[in-house]
């Protein structure tokens, strides 16, 4: 799972730049949002401190929408939830402020249409006796679940959450005795039912989940495989009605192309073909369950980078829409190579490394009038505004990682 260990940061204007960027910033266009019912939509750009934000809502008389705004100093964040389907005229939702002639320039604008709930599809689950299995809830709303079982004698089944803020959950289910209950799931503080599965208790072989029996696995010699995604499984994901008290064990045949970690943990060593056979260990009796067919596929070198900057989930230097800013205020010059260097190439927690002969890094500016870049990667601030400094890493195997970085000035 991925971990989030920065914020996703937007548009800084500040008060001496308003006549460079404000017309623009003035003409920002409204971006149409669809929300179901109880769902929500938040988002936070960063602010010059010294500068005063405003939020504004039109076509809310009839509160489609509970908005709510916050100034943290140097960022700015929006929370929007759906209370009621939307009329003709849909609620618009406008950030702005106030420049030095006290007009409004728009910073961003949302209109928002909302349909009904519906429901939400739920797996069923099966399970043996006294064993315990977490299931995370697909939860598009912006409220917690809460549940209700119709027999609380067949399994015991709480809600859990990751933190005080995560209205993502799982379900926590620890089978008492044979029999099925049904659950039902609902909006915690609004009481509306989301839909419902069913818990059923039974006696079952452990089997290998279907889409695991044929495993396909990535393969790059520069970065460990036991931490990039589609280059190892757990065998615990992989497996089916599992027992209690049982323990459940993969060897491999051929442990050039994968090995294993605690038994459980099976990672690709290098590329080919080969096949693993699963033991169930009950009561120190063993027994083979099934055998999984693998195939280990060599990764392009630009594999690893990709799997560095998903570590970081996209906060470092940039993966997909999500970009780091870099702040120049007080500074004439960032070096940007040091640290893609560090965080993509040769990252230490994935044991990722590359010989400076391996690959090339190049970078670009948008606008070096606004932010100048050398072909070392030095950031030179030259007046005030945003920029984009898109960096190419062109690895020994012609594979491309590309991003950007944006760079703000003061």
């Known amino acids: 799972m991925k971990r989030t260990i920065g914020i996703i940061l937007s548009l800084l204007i500040i008060m001496g730049a308003a006549t460079v960027f404000g017309a623009e910033a003035a003409a920002v266009k409204v971006k149409n949002r669809t929300l179901r019912t109880y769902s929500g939509h938040s988002f936070t750009f960063k602010k010059s401190p010294s500068l005063k934000y405003y939020c504004k809502v039109k076509n809310n008389t009839k509160k489609f929408l509970s908005v709510k705004f916050k100034d943290n100093g140097t960022s700015y964040s929006v929370k929007t939830v759906a209370k009621k ?37 739920f797996k069923s689950l099966k399970m043996n006796a006294g064993v315990s299995e977490e299931v995370r809830l697909r939860n598009p709303f912006a409220y917690r679940y809460k549940i209700k079982s119709s027999d609380k004698d067949v399994a015991d089944i709480n809600i859990k ?95 050039d192309v994968v090995s294993v970690v605690n038994g459980t943990l099976v990672y690709a060593t290098g590329t080919g073909s080969t096949s693993a056979t699963v033991y169930e260990t009950i009561k120190k009796k063993s027994k083979a369950i099934g055998k999984i067919e693998i195939i280990a596929e060599s990764a392009k070198m630009s594999y690893v980078a990709e799997q560095n900057a998903l570590l970081y989930d996209g906060v470092i230097f940039g993966y997909g829409e999500n970009v780091e800013f870099l702040d120049l205020t007080g500074t004439k010059t960032k070096p940007l190579k040091p640290t893609i260097v560090e965080k993509l190439i040769n990252n230490s927690l994935t044991n990722s490394a590359f010989k400076s002969s391996e690959y090339k890094i190049t970078f670009k500016s948008s606008n070096s009038k606004i932010a100048a870049v050398s072909s070392a990667g030095k950031v030179t601030a030259v007046k005030a505004g945003t920029a984009n400094i898109t960096y190419t890493i062109v690895f020994k195997d012609k594979s491309v990682y590309k991003n950007i970085c944006k760079i703000t000035v003061e």
């Open 85 to 121: 389907v939307t009329a003709k005229k849909r609620p618009v939702v406008t950030v702005y402020y106030k420049n030095a002639s006290k007009k409004s320039v728009n910073v961003k604008r949302f209109r928002y249409k909302v349909k009904p709930m519906g429901t939400v599809k």
């Open 161 to 255: 959450t990751e933190n005080s803020d995560d209205k993502d959950c799982y379900l926590s289910a620890k089978s008492l005795k044979e029999g099925s209950t049904t659950v039902s799931v609902y909006l915690k503080g609004v009481s509306e039912k989301v839909g419902e599965f069913k818990v059923t208790v039974g006696s079952y072989d452990t089997i290998i989940n279907s889409k695991y029996k044929t495993l396909n696995l990535k393969y790059n010699s520069h970065g460990s495989s036991t931490y990039m995604e589609d280059s190892h499984i757990n065998l615990k994901d992989a497996l089916m009605y599992k027992h209690a008290g049982a323990k459940y064990s993969v060897e491999p045949v051929d442990e």
